[in-house]
């Protein structure tokens, strides 16, 4: 038999065999496919040919093109926290396989250049290094200060909009990310006080606060003033108090404001105040020194703001 007539052979066999898994095997009627019981039947006598199939497609509805486009995703979602949104590939540094067994020397040095290059691809030119490190500042500072996803998400997005107005030059990388991190703690409504952030930056304090007026000037941010009531779930929990206290503290900041108390008063120095108070009158007794540690305070501010907080409670209890 000659190679043209093998070939006729094969590909007449594959043809029969395509009709078959097209037809019944039953009475060789048309199958057709019940996407919604996961079946495969018989037009004409109604043999379920193939059972329990798996639904290769999404598990999402969409009516319309539009929809379809918002819903329809591959790989990892993107995030703004990393200078290449996450669309680029990241090379483990440990020298294992997919088994956790060790590589070989010339491996080991083979996955090294692969990194070397692989870095060197991602952060192409000097915009890209500088996010890269902003971002891993930021990162690092959310991290220290218990800071959630949501907060860094939207400093990344602050840092992004600086660097794309040019706001960079004669500000240090540092004190531009560290500014992001204030802002976007403030307007997620989780702030973190003046000190606490210099606590963990890299750059002083009047910096920050310098540089921090300027980005949110400059991108015309909506930045609320900081109100002292949400601080005081932060101090609550950690002097361990009860959710009673935690609400006597808000008590007292309400009475505050309606008395105009918190006009020019530092926030995180009323909240103290505020705690302090509630815990002693819920004789749940904690020191001042326990409150200024939490609260990274004075003593001093946290007693003059106590006596105010309490003055401004007998006044309206007389009313």
Not at 29 to 52: K, M, Q
Not at 295 to 319: K, P
Request: hydrophobic share 35%; with cysteine.
């Amino acid at each position: 038999m000659s190679e043209t007539t093998r070939t006729r052979a094969r590909n007449v066999e594959e043809e029969t065999d395509e009709q078959n898994d097209l037809s019944c095997p039953e009475c060789s009627g048309r199958l057709i496919t019940d996407d919604a019981r996961g079946e495969t039947v018989c037009d004409d006598c109604g043999l379920v040919v193939d059972a329990d199939e798996i639904d290769r497609g999404p598990e999402w509805r969409a009516f319309d093109s539009k929809e379809k486009d918002e819903k329809s995703r591959v790989g990892a979602p993107t995030t703004n926290m990393m200078h290449d949104k996450g669309l680029s590939t990241n090379i483990d540094w440990r020298d294992k396989d997919a088994y956790g067994n060790s590589l070989s020397s010339n491996q080991r040095e083979k996955m090294q250049r692969l990194r070397k290059w692989n870095e060197r691809f991602r952060t192409r030119d000097s915009k890209e290094r500088n996010l890269k490190q902003a971002l891993g500042e930021i990162d690092r500072m959310a991290s220290a200060l218990g800071l959630p996803e949501n907060v860094r998400e939207t400093a990344s997005v602050i840092y992004r909009r600086a660097l794309d107005e040019d706001l960079l030059p004669g500000r240090s990388i540092e004190g531009v990310s560290t500014s992001a991190v204030y802002a976007a703690a403030r307007q997620a409504g989780v702030p973190r006080s003046l000190d606490e952030i210099t606590e963990v930056s890299r750059v002083e304090k009047d910096e920050i606060a310098r540089t921090y007026r300027y980005v949110v000037r400059e991108l015309g941010l909506e930045v609320k003033p900081a109100d002292p009531e949400s601080y005081v779930p932060r101090f609550a929990s950690d002097l361990e108090l009860s959710e009673e206290a935690e609400h006597r503290a808000r008590e007292l900041l309400t009475n505050a404001k309606e008395k105009g108390v918190h006009s020019g008063k530092s926030p995180v120095g009323l909240a103290a105040a505020a705690v302090y108070a509630a815990s002693l009158l819920t004789n749940e007794k904690t020191t001042q020194a326990a409150v200024s540690e939490v609260a990274d305070i004075s003593e001093v501010t946290i007693r003059n703001r106590y006596h105010e907080l309490l003055e401004a409670e007998q006044g309206i209890a007389m009313a």
